[in-house]
Every structure is written in structure tokens, then in C-alpha cells.
T-cell receptor, first 115, second 116 residues
């Protein structure tokens, strides 16, 4: 079975500091990767996605992620966080053999931005 | 286009009762998904529709769960004889054949179910 691992369940960081949220996926010939953000009692909002091409992907709200095939990683980064970035972040993957393109999610990382 | 909408947003029910949730996808999105998210976990896939056809079901979807998508528009998810373990956020998502790889899913705000 395919899997996505988010190594940190909680990440506290001071406002305006950089942050990296880690994500590893199980290897596959053709994988598509996503980062979603979830605010309390809300659904999921897509931050960015990697389908193919350039391994550095830029998303909304100043986030970016780098696809690393050799390390099977897709870490999310932001150079300077804001209070409003406090939320839960989910890494997700789908695979070309999935048919339905259903998403497999990690368990999430709660980002807390400290003023 | 107002996005994916789910109703109700919250539902409290007694154990053993039946509940039904509704999802209205983005218009003309032909793919519709249901996910379940329990506390401290990421969403887990439950089932998938392409138009009105239910093409895939997870092993998580026990016999007490049934989903429909009549006419390929809105969808309903029914849970019969609810159990406390059914308490979770139920998320609906839709995607369009028009996106490059049919992979970008748009999520609703979810229905939070509490079984007491």
C-alpha cells in the first residue's frame, strides 16, 4: 500500500522565522504530490502540487516545496512565517495506478507561529 | 461557482441512529470523493464516484455505510446504526476531467459527526 509520512506532528516557530515541514512518500514510478492546509473546523485548501517538470514548486501564501526523487521527499518551506500561517498542514500523494486518483494523506503537521 | 458545499456542518446523534450527509460538488465536476478524518489523523479515502457510478470503495466503508450520487450531481453518504467510532469529520471533494491530470481535488468544509 502507498503511504505518506509526515515526520513532525507539531512544529512551533517564531514569527518571521523560516520553517520546513517534512514529508516522505513511498516510492512509485509515477507519483503526484500535494500540500494542503487546514484551518480549524474547515476543509482542506490546496497550497501547491507537483505533477511533473521542475522539482521546485511554488504555491500560494509564499510556500514552496521541492520534489526529491532519490530521497522520496517533498518538504514544504516558507522563508518567513506569519501568525496567519498557524494551521495544520497535510502532505498527500496520488499515484498513476490509483485509477480514481484518490489521495493518500500523511497524519498532518500542526504549525504554531509564536508572536 | 461557490465551491464544494456540505450539509450539515455539524451533526450530533445518538448511538444506533441513522444519519445522512449531503455534498454538492462544483458544478460540472464529474469526480466526487468522500474522505473521513478522525482526530489527529489525516483524511482517509472512503469512496469515489465518476458521474453517477461508484467506482471504488475503501475497506473502511463497512456495510453500515452507503453512498449515492444520483444523476451524477450531488452525493449523499448514509451511516446506519451509528457507533461511537463513527465520530469524525466527513469530507467531500470533487475534481474535473478538465484539469491536466484530473488530480486537483477541491474540498468542502466537511460535516463533523459526533456520536454520543
Amino acid at each position: 500500500a502507498q503511504s505518506v509520512t509526515q515526520l513532525d506532528s507539531q512544529v512551533p516557530v517564531f514569527e518571521e522565522a523560516p520553517v520546513e515541514l517534512r514529508c516522505n512518500y513511498s516510492s512509485s514510478v509515477s507519483v503526484y504530490l500535494f500540500w494542503y492546509v487546514q484551518y480549524p473546523n474547515q476543509g482542506l485548501q490546496l497550497l501547491l502540487k507537483y505533477l511533473s517538470g521542475s522539482t521546485l514548486v511554488k504555491g500560494i501564501n509564499g510556500f514552496e516545496a521541492e520534489f526529491n526523487k532519490s530521497q522520496t521527499s517533498f518538504h514544504l518551506r516558507k522563508p518567513s512565517v506569519h501568525i496567519s500561517d498557524t494551521a495544520e498542514y497535510f502532505c498527500a500523494a496520488t499515484y498513476s495506478g490509483a485509477g480514481s486518483y484518490q489521495l493518500t494523506f500523511g497524519k498532518g503537521t500542526k504549525l504554531s507561529v509564536i508572536p | 461557482d461557490t465551491g464544494v458545499s456540505q450539509d450539515p456542518r455539524h451533526k450530533i446523534t445518538k448511538r444506533g441512529q441513522n444519519v445522512t450527509f449531503r455534498c454538492d460538488p462544483i458544478s460540472e465536476h464529474n469526480r466526487l470523493y468522500w474522505y473521513r478524518q478522525t482526530l489527529g489523523q489525516g483524511p482517509e479515502f472512503l469512496t469515489y464516484f465518476q458521474n453517477e457510478a461508484q467506482l471504488e470503495k475503501s475497506r473502511l466503508l463497512s456495510d453500515r455505510f452507503s453512498a449515492e450520487r444520483p444523476k451524477g450531481s450531488f452525493s449523499t453518504l448514509e451511516i446506519q446504526r451509528t457507533e461511537q467510532g463513527d465520530s469524525a469529520m466527513y469530507l467531500c471533494a470533487s475534481s474535473s476531467r478538465e484539469t491536466a491530470l484530473n488530480t486537483e481535488a477541491f474540498f468542502g468544509q466537511g460535516t463533523r459527526l459526533t456520536v454520543v
